[in-house]
């Protein structure tokens, strides 16, 4: 059993268990695939896959065997990278899900550069279950994210706490600080982030505490457009509290308690645990860390 057949497995599950895309893929013929294949089985003495009429299904071995090989292939492939690029080597591949990214990643890469100014970080922002996807298949060195990691292979790390605020448009129908009964916050119109993203996963998982559940009359992944549409009397939200300073102060909108309900949560940095974290991750992991202790917090106030 060698590199080569791993790649080839990986491949196979790449392509949706079809051989002659994957054997296109690595630019080899079927046969040769389906033999690598069979040799693999043959190794190991377990079936990897089910032949169910001319389509292959994935077994448990073969998804055990999947999350082996593609983190061996991964580590292979970094090797190979920093080995043969080497004046290309200190690259950091780092994700955050949107809020992290549009509110701290900035100042984190800013401070990062002026203590390690030969290193190059490149960032990925998107929802927290993409970058949970692009860490499992090693696209990302690790990642800073608002929700929780689902895969068992994810180690998770809380490094700062933050909320949600409720905000509703300013009115005579709403006031700062005013308390809503459980009832009555079931009843307004919900404006909400996207599924995937960490803040719609800490509402959904508040409100299913609490014994029901929340179909929202807007989805968006814009935090500002949610503003926007709360502003507009479209209905109400629940969203990062340092996100919502500017229109907030400005009195476009005001924030509200429930009953019950507490929507605190917090950051956390998550990699693979197989992953082999440079000294310049480690680095930048370690600032992350600290950062409320060394540096102040940014105040943002975004344009509405």
Same mark, same amino acid.
């Given at each position: 059993?060698?590199?080569?057949?791993?790649?080839?497995?990986?491949?196979?599950?790449?392509? !949706?268990?079809?051989?002659?895309?994957?054997?296109?893929?690595? !630019?080899?013929?079927?046969?040769?695939?389906?033999?690598?294949?069979?040799? @693999?089985?043959?190794?190991?003495?377990?079936?990897?896959?089910?032949?169910?009429?001319?389509?292959?299904?994935?077994?448990?071995?073969?998804?055990?065997?999947?999350?082996?090989?593609?983190?061996?292939?991964?580590?292979?492939?970094?090797?190979?990278?920093?080995?043969?690029?080497?004046?290309?080597?200190?690259?950091?591949?780092?994700?955050?899900?949107?809020?992290?990214?549009?509110?701290?990643?900035?100042?984190?890469?800013?401070?990062?550069?002026?203590?390690?100014?030969?290193?190059?970080? !490149?960032?990925?922002?998107?929802?927290?279950?993409?970058?949970?996807?692009?860490? @499992?298949?090693?696209?990302?060195?690790?990642? @800073?994210?608002?929700?929780?990691?689902?895969?068992?292979?994810?180690?998770?790390?809380?490094?700062?706490?933050?909320?949600?605020?409720?905000?509703?448009?300013?009115?005579?129908?709403?006031?700062?600080?005013?308390?809503?009964?459980?009832?009555?916050?079931?009843?307004?119109?919900?404006? @909400?982030?996207?599924?995937?993203?960490?803040?719609?996963?800490?509402?959904?998982?508040?409100?299913?505490?609490?014994?029901?559940?929340?179909?929202?009359?807007?989805?968006?992944?814009?935090?500002?457009?949610?503003?926007?549409?709360?502003?507009?009397?479209?209905?109400?939200?629940?969203?990062?509290?340092?996100?919502?300073?500017?229109?907030?102060?400005?009195?476009?909108?005001?924030?509200?308690?429930?009953?019950?309900?507490?929507?605190?949560?917090?950051?956390?940095?998550?990699? !693979?645990?197989?992953?082999?974290?440079?000294?310049?991750?480690?680095?930048?992991?370690?600032?992350?860390?600290?950062?409320?202790?060394?540096?102040?917090?940014?105040?943002?106030?975004?344009?509405?």
């Amino acid at each position: 059993m060698t590199l080569r057949h791993m790649k080839i497995f990986c491949s196979i599950c790449e392509h !949706h268990y079809n051989i002659t895309k994957a054997a296109e893929a690595m !630019h080899m013929t079927q046969p040769a695939v389906s033999l690598a294949l069979k040799e @693999l089985e043959q190794y190991y003495g377990v079936v990897l896959f089910d032949r169910i009429g001319r389509k292959l299904q994935i077994t448990q071995a073969g998804k055990n065997f999947l999350d082996y090989a593609v983190h061996i292939a991964s580590l292979f492939d970094d090797m190979e990278k920093e080995l043969r690029h080497w004046d290309a080597s200190g690259i950091l591949r780092i994700g955050a899900s949107i809020t992290v990214g549009s509110q701290f990643m900035p100042s984190y890469v800013k401070s990062f550069y002026s203590r390690y100014p030969g290193t190059k970080v !490149h960032v990925k922002i998107a929802p927290s279950d993409q970058l949970e996807k692009e860490l @499992l298949s090693n696209e990302l060195d690790f990642a @800073l994210i608002e929700g929780i990691a689902h895969d068992p292979s994810i180690v998770s790390e809380e490094y700062m706490e933050d909320h949600l605020s409720i905000i509703c448009p300013a009115g005579d129908k709403y006031y700062q600080g005013q308390c809503l009964s459980l009832e009555e916050f079931k009843q307004q119109n919900f404006l @909400l982030r996207e599924p995937g993203s960490g803040t719609r996963e800490v509402f959904n998982r508040v409100t299913e505490n609490a014994g029901f559940s929340v179909t929202p009359v807007w989805e968006a992944m814009s935090t500002t457009a949610l503003v926007n549409a709360v502003i507009s009397g479209l209905g109400i939200s629940v969203l990062p509290h340092r996100m919502i300073i500017g229109p907030l102060e400005r009195g476009l909108i005001v924030t509200i308690q429930v009953k019950g309900l507490d929507f605190k949560r917090s950051f956390r940095i998550i990699y !693979h645990r197989q992953k082999y974290l440079t000294s310049a991750a480690q680095a930048f992991i370690d600032l992350c860390r600290n950062y409320e202790l060394d540096y102040p917090l940014p105040k943002y106030n975004a344009l509405y």
